[in-house]
């Protein structure tokens, strides 16, 4: 069986590394369900983009944390697309702050969005794409935090832990499906989460990472673009850091900071 992508997924592909995904699908060939949260405009901007690359796009608004609706949405965006071939579960974030001032909302808030909502789309994405039997692709985008920590950021950290086993548990259970299932961890990428355009990269000086710049959102979607293509046929449970070798500085790092500016959650 000769896998043949045709239809894609995209949450939260309103702007930054969804935009850039979806973009980059839509230049593979694919037809690309785009959603949002907050910024319809934002998605509509997507969806034209895709439109203008000669494929369809379908827009739907998207809540990961609303658990009980998000069967329904993707099975929608699939039957409007007319399948459903590659899923990538972009939708994630949270906001960071001491371990000791956590609460048991913002944790459960934050470990609903990275990891009950990514578990549900993805469940619902591998349903559908079992019952077709076709195969597919599904990546989650996770983050560098998926494998080291982060100070002031425990419920994000944990739930990416988790979000990255997931994903290797998937992986060994839908590979005689035909379905593969990998992880795209970005390290910074200049985004409107972290404050930045995708023009700022090439102007913002990172001394600690060896490619001394944050990463751009094209560069996140054109790891994802591979995984969802028939190239990665034989790749599954695997985590492609793109973070331009910024986990490789662990000893490093430690071994030449100056100041213990680091213990704060700032």
Avoid at 138 to 151: C, D, F, K, L
Wanted: charged share 20%; no cysteine; net charge negative.
């Amino acid at each position: 069986m000769t896998f043949t992508p045709r239809f894609a997924i995209v949450t939260a592909s309103d702007s930054g590394i969804g935009r850039a995904t979806a973009l980059a699908l839509a230049d593979a060939g694919m037809d690309v369900g785009v959603t949002w949260h907050s910024d319809e405009e934002g998605a509509n901007t997507t969806a034209e983009e895709v439109r203008a690359r000669g494929r369809k796009a379908v827009v739907a608004q998207f809540d990961a944390t609303q658990l009980e609706d998000v069967p329904g949405i993707i099975e929608g965006l699939a039957r409007d697309l007319g399948g459903l071939d590659v899923f990538v579960n972009n939708a994630g974030g949270g906001a960071g702050g001491p371990f000791l001032d956590l609460d048991i909302e913002s944790w459960r808030s934050i470990v609903a969005l990275n990891l009950d909502g990514a578990f549900v789309g993805m469940h619902t994405a591998a349903r559908l794409m079992a019952d077709g039997g076709n195969g597919g692709r599904i990546i989650a985008v996770t983050s560098v935090h998926g494998s080291q920590p982060r100070v002031g950021s425990a419920a994000y950290v944990a739930s990416k832990h988790g979000l990255e086993g997931l994903v290797k548990t998937m992986a060994q259970e839908l590979g005689d499906r035909g379905i593969t299932v990998n992880a795209v961890a970005p390290g910074e990428i200049a985004t409107p989460i972290n404050d930045m355009e995708a023009s700022d990269a090439d102007e913002t000086h990172r001394p600690g990472i060896p490619i001394p710049r944050p990463g751009k959102p094209e560069e996140i979607a054109d790891v994802v673009a591979f995984l969802a293509s028939p190239a990665s046929s034989y790749v599954t449970a695997a985590t492609w850091v793109v973070d331009g070798g910024m986990l490789q500085m662990g000893p490093q790092a430690g071994s030449h900071l100056e100041s213990d500016a680091w213990r704060s959650a700032g």
